[in-house]
């Protein structure tokens, strides 16, 4: 299985910038997609941009689309998320993971995940 460290979270204020780091290690495929997700209040974890493992187009979910980018460095096994003009809807723990097929079908094991806090 995939494990997964997620790094980068923190307090800022809205329209700040921060970046999530994610290091994968363990059945790392090029194969496999990955995704950040954001935990909902219900608990639930939505993707909110996604790296597909075909070379398919990056995908965003429409509230962080031309704020936040995903990018993979994938020697160092290691998934980005930038995020600009933070919101303060945004607040949630992000997680990354891998995928295989869709973004609900994860392959890793949740890690900690990073807290965002965007609050002023």
């Known amino acids: 299985q995939v494990q997964l460290v997620e790094s980068g979270g923190g307090l800022v204020q809205p329209g700040e910038s921060l970046t999530l780091s994610c290091v994968a290690s363990?059945?790392?495929?090029?194969?496999?997609?990955m995704g950040w997700y954001r935990q909902t209040p219900g608990n639930q974890r939505e993707p909110i941009a996604t790296?597909?493992?075909?070379?398919?187009?990056?995908k965003y979910a429409d509230d962080v689309r031309g704020r936040f980018t995903i990018s993979r460095d994938k020697p160092k096994n290691t998934l980005y998320l930038q995020m600009n003009n933070l919101k303060p809807e945004g607040t949630a723990p992000y997680f990354c993971?891998?995928?295989?097929?869709?973004?609900?079908?994860?392959?890793?094991?949740w890690g900690q995940g990073a807290q965002v806090t965007v609050s002023s």
């Open positions: 790296i597909p493992g075909d070379g398919s187009p990056l």
């Open positions: 363990g059945a790392t495929f090029s194969i496999y997609g």
């Open positions: 993971n891998s995928y295989i097929g869709t973004p609900s079908s994860v392959a890793g094991v």
